[in-house]
Each structure stands twice: as structure tokens, then as C-alpha cells.
């Protein structure tokens, strides 16, 4: 379908339906263009929760659509693509993770917004990367705590709280890709930059960077950092957002192990979302999030204490 009847289209049936569309950094650079609101996790989940709107559609993965529908049980939310997984959610099933928590009564479970609603109806604390050494913060220093399901962002936690945490083993598919010889022969390349890395890479990746946050915050750091050239450890979606923010700058994007069509890490689940989908969903009121009220009413007090600290 044409792109300008698409974006006519989406923007007509937002008005006539009071929806909104929130959209995340990941996105392809069409749907970004056409969200009310592009953000980072932690953002998304503000803007899900102070929604005035009938019809949420969540342009970004299922986890993400999951955590706004439990957050606003009375309004529709929508996902263009029901297939939009993560490997960091679907890693963690509730079975095994239940079992992790029999064999540790005593700890508090945190656990990572890139879950699924059964695991976050086990959790005590949910938290995003813009967040997460906040709330190990807000947990008595005594207290031992379990941290699921990023290894790479617990050990990045372990080193920056200096306590010890009880790590689930997963890990994100796209921020696990990137070369370290790869990165380091860029860098050579361009001595001037500055790395930038999301904690979902792995150690020595976030060894190499002058900064690592979450991607709003790494969007706010090469804005506001003097240096011009930025090489950028995180999907490669963000590279459009930095564009419009910070075109004086030239943004490198960190590039993974394999030999990709774009040289560089795409999230295959973030991108099975298209602008056709988005219209054919708002469109056709489908693919719909449901969720067990009872489920519901466990997640969300995890996510609730998150927000009210945030
Ligand atoms: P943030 O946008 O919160 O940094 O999360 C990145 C991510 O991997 C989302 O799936
Ligand atoms: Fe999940 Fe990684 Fe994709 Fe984010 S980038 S949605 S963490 S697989």
C-alpha cells in the first residue's frame, strides 16, 4: 500500500477512534514519524499509564503492549503484529522461574520490564535499564535480591550497586551481537569518538564505553556531549531519533558478528512491525492484548512500585 494513503489513513482513523500511538526507539523510522509519543521503556510505560485515549496502540514488542494493557485495564491496546516477541522475555518461563524463587524464599525478585506478565506477577520490584540501579538502591543493602532476566544487565547492576545479585541466564539476541575486534578496528578508525553502549551488551562491550544508559539516555548524551563522532551500541532504529535530534553529529553504529544486510544489529522482533500493519490494526481494532484479570492484579503491583519511585 502507498505510504501517503497510509499515513492519511492512520491519521484519520486516530482522531475518529481517540487513539494514540506510542512508539519505541527500535521502530522503523516510518512508524516513529507517525507515533503521538517515542520513547524509551520507562517513558513508554509513563505515557501508557497518563494515556488520555480509548485505543492505545503499541507500536513496539509484546511485552510492551502486555505492560500498558495491565496498566490500563478499560482501554483497548493494540500490537501491529502479534509476533513481535523478545528473546529476553520468551527466555524466561514461569515454571523454572517459580522454581528459582522456592529455592531462594529469602530474596526479593527484580526483574527487567522485558518480561511476560507471569513473570512479573512473581516479581516484587519491576524495573527498565533507565531505572534499574535506582531501585537495587531502594532495597536494603542486606537484603539478597534476584535479578531476571538480563545476565548482561545484572552484571553490568553487580559492578555499579557492588552487591551481589542472583542472575537468570538470558540475554538479548541483538545487544549479545556485537563484535568487540569489529568495534575496536571503528575505533580505531575514528580515535575522536565517543562509545556509547546499552547495558544489554556484554561486558566487554560496556568496557569500551564512555557512557551507557538506556537509549533515552544515550540519545541525551550525544546531544549534549561536546564530542561530534559517537559510535552507538544499540539497535540500529535509534540511529533515526539521533538524526532528527542531533544531525551535527556523526553517529557510527556499532556493528554486530555477522555479516547482516545492514552491517549492523537489527531487532527481527521490533521490525515485524510495518506502517501497513499499524493501519490494518487500527483499522481493523485487532491484534488485541487481553490479559486474565486475576494475572493482571498480580503484575501490576510490581510495575505500580516501580512507577511510584520513578
Ligand atoms: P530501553 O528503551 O528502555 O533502553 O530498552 C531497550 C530495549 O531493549 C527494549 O526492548
Ligand atoms: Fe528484546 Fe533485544 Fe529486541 Fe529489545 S532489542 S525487544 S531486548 S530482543
Same mark, same amino acid.
Given at each position: 500500500?502507498?505510504?501517503?494513503?497510509?499515513?492519511?489513513?492512520?491519521?484519520?482513523l486516530?482522531?475518529?477512534k481517540?487513539a494514540?500511538?506510542?512508539?519505541?526507539?527500535?521502530?522503523?523510522?516510518?512508524?516513529?514519524?507517525?507515533?503521538?509519543?517515542?520513547?524509551?521503556?520507562?517513558?513508554?510505560?509513563?505515557?501508557?499509564?497518563?494515556?488520555?485515549?480509548d485505543i492505545?496502540v503499541?507500536?513496539?514488542?509484546?511485552?510492551?503492549?502486555?505492560?500498558?494493557?495491565?496498566?490500563?485495564?478499560?482501554?483497548k491496546?493494540l500490537?501491529?503484529?502479534?509476533?513481535?516477541?523478545?528473546?529476553?522475555?520468551?527466555?524466561?518461563?514461569?515454571?523454572?522461574?517459580?522454581?528459582?524463587?522456592?529455592?531462594?524464599?529469602?530474596?526479593?525478585?527484580?526483574?527487567?520490564?522485558?518480561?511476560?506478565?507471569?513473570?512479573?506477577?512473581?516479581?516484587?520490584?519491576?524495573?527498565?535499564?533507565?531505572?534499574?540501579?535506582?531501585?537495587?538502591?531502594?532495597?536494603?543493602?542486606?537484603?539478597?535480591?534476584?535479578?531476571?532476566?538480563?545476565?548482561? +544487565?545484572?552484571?553490568?547492576?553487580? !559492578?555499579?550497586? /557492588? #552487591?551481589? =545479585?542472583? %542472575?537468570?541466564?538470558?540475554?538479548?539476541?541483538?545487544?549479545?551481537?556485537?563484535?568487540?575486534?569489529?568495534?575496536?578496528?571503528?575505533?580505531?578508525?575514528?580515535?575522536?569518538?565517543?562509545?556509547?553502549?546499552?547495558?544489554?551488551?556484554?561486558?566487554?562491550?560496556?568496557?569500551?564505553?564512555?557512557?551507557?544508559?538506556?537509549?533515552?539516555?544515550?540519545?541525551?548524551?550525544?546531544?549534549?556531549?561536546?564530542?561530534?563522532?559517537?559510535?552507538?551500541?544499540?539497535?540500529?532504529?535509534?540511529?533515526?531519533?539521533?538524526?532528527?535530534?542531533?544531525?551535527?553529529?556523526?553517529?557510527?553504529?556499532?556493528?554486530?558478528?555477522?555479516?547482516?544486510?545492514?552491517?549492523?544489529?537489527?531487532?527481527?522482533?521490533?521490525?515485524?512491525?510495518?506502517?501497513?500493519?499499524?493501519?490494518l490494526c487500527l483499522k481493523e481494532e485487532r491484534p488485541e492484548?487481553?490479559?486474565?484479570?486475576? +494475572?493482571?492484579?498480580?503484575?501490576? !503491583?510490581?510495575? /505500580? #512500585?516501580? =512507577?511510584? %519511585?520513578?
Amino acid at each position: 500500500m502507498d505510504k501517503l494513503f497510509l499515513t492519511s489513513e492512520i491519521n484519520r482513523l486516530k482522531k475518529e477512534k481517540n487513539a494514540i500511538i506510542l512508539a519505541h526507539y527500535y521502530q522503523d523510522k516510518d512508524i516513529q514519524d507517525i507515533a503521538d509519543f517515542v520513547g524509551d521503556s520507562l517513558e513508554l510505560s509513563k505515557k501508557a499509564a497518563s494515556a488520555n485515549a480509548d485505543i492505545i496502540v503499541f507500536a513496539g514488542v509484546y511485552f510492551m503492549a502486555e505492560t500498558a494493557k495491565i496498566i490500563n485495564p478499560n482501554k483497548k491496546v493494540l500490537l501491529p503484529d502479534i509476533n513481535a516477541g523478545c528473546s529476553l522475555a520468551d527466555g524466561c518461563d514461569p515454571d523454572n522461574f517459580r522454581k528459582l524463587k522456592e529455592l531462594h524464599p529469602n530474596h526479593v525478585v527484580v526483574t527487567y520490564i522485558n518480561s511476560s506478565a507471569q513473570i512479573k506477577a512473581l516479581s516484587d520490584w519491576v524495573c527498565t535499564s533507565s531505572n534499574a540501579k535506582k531501585i537495587i538502591e531502594a532495597i536494603p543493602a542486606e537484603q539478597p535480591i534476584i535479578f531476571a532476566p538480563d545476565k548482561n +544487565l545484572g552484571m553490568y547492576l553487580k !559492578k555499579e550497586v /557492588n #552487591r551481589e =545479585l542472583l %542472575l537468570w541466564d538470558g540475554s538479548c539476541i541483538v545487544h549479545e551481537a556485537f563484535s568487540l575486534d569489529k568495534l575496536i578496528e571503528i575505533y580505531n578508525a575514528n580515535p575522536k569518538a565517543k562509545i556509547v553502549a546499552h547495558p544489554e551488551s556484554e561486558r566487554h562491550i560496556l568496557e569500551t564505553a564512555n557512557y551507557i544508559g538506556s537509549t533515552s539516555g544515550m540519545i541525551n548524551f550525544i546531544k549534549n556531549d561536546p564530542a561530534t563522532t559517537f559510535i552507538v551500541a544499540t539497535e540500529v532504529g535509534i540511529l533515526h531519533q539521533l538524526a532528527k535530534e542531533a544531525p551535527q553529529k556523526t553517529i557510527i553504529p556499532a556493528p554486530s558478528h555477522e555479516d547482516n544486510t545492514c552491517a549492523c544489529s537489527e531487532c527481527a522482533f521490533m521490525k515485524v512491525n510495518t506502517l501497513e500493519k499499524l493501519y490494518l490494526c487500527l483499522k481493523e481494532e485487532r491484534p488485541e492484548i487481553h490479559i486474565k484479570e486475576e +494475572l493482571r492484579l498480580e503484575a501490576i !503491583k510490581p510495575i /505500580n #512500585r516501580m =512507577l511510584n %519511585l520513578s
